[in-house]
């Protein structure tokens, strides 16, 4: 497939796409029925729909009955955790299998043409990116996910918050289904921007951007403190009358759904004509270039109502680049000033 016809090259061989990102439709007035349509359609397949099942499945066939989830225990504890990093070692690993050990298609539609395996540092665990973000999920953010999962599971098998039943609350249980990717662009955008302050960028997110160029491994690679801010937002189902399989759910789109902003390709090719959507472009910039794109795809664009929003367009880099160049004279001048 030529990646060509959907966007540009530039001299370093680095992909961009020509269409810019968007906010959500319906921010937009008058509303469009059938853009509004296309956006609904994106938006629930495949990603979100695939969340849920795999949050189907693990209520079906993984978390433990009621009466033992009552009591917190390291058995089954230990359990989840090992399904969470079997489930994770197959999807992401199966990426970083196909489109970064084996290169089915290349460079083609990948943001930075370079790979991570072709540039050692020393800014990761034995000079290695993939080996650095494998262990540090594996390790930390996943064992913190576990810990989410267990505790929010053992609320619910309690009675400590309210536990909405499908049959009595359908409607108010599927609002919440589909708000759940917005809870978690919102709950995203709060802690990034947090962690963006200098001394918890220092001590604590400097870990994730190490990986200026992610790849999948680069997901979940994170400092503990951020790892359990990050998957966290399950916790704000503790707050809202809600139910086990849609708190499930709301997690599941922080850990399986971390891989969208650093596949680093814009596009999978599963076969010759089909393509898969990776919706990682805005975090893509977000690693590019540190201070823009803090939340997610738009859906709840607080980026752009608060001018850290870059569309991936000239006008985008400009308006960036402008930013940029007034917080550094406000930095001269409270050094002069202090002078």
Sequence with gaps: MDDLLYGTRDKRGDWRPRKRLEVAPFWDWPLSPGKLLRWFLGYVWPWNAFHMATALLYWCFVVPDIETMKV??????????????????????????????????????????????ENPSDVFWFKSQNIDNFLRSFLISIPAWTVVEVLMLWCFANGFVPWLSWADHPLCLL?????????????????????????????????????????????????????????????????????????LFQLHVAGFGAINGHIGFDKLELTDEATLDSHAYAHYLHHRYFEVNYGGDGVIPLDKWLGTWHDGSAEGEAMMNERFRQKRERLNAGNTSRN
């Design 72 to 117: 917190l225990s390291i058995g089954w504890a230990l359990w989840l955790y090992a399904v969470n990093a079997a489930a994770i070692f197959t999807m992401y690993g199966a990426v970083e299998l196909f489109y970064y050990v084996r290169r089915k298609q290349g460079s083609r539609f990948k943001y930075n043409t370079r790979f991570p395996s």
């Design 175 to 247: 609002f919440l289904v589909l708000a759940a990717p917005m809870i978690h662009e919102v709950h995203f955008f709060l802690i990034h921007r947090a962690l963006h302050s200098p001394l918890l960028y220092k001590w604590v997110h400097a870990v994730h951007h190490n990986s200026i160029n992610p790849s999948p491994w680069s997901s979940l690679s994170m400092h503990p403190v951020e790892a359990f801010a990050y998957h966290a937002v399950a916790l704000w189902h503790l707050l809202l009358p809600s139910n086990p399989v849609v708190a």
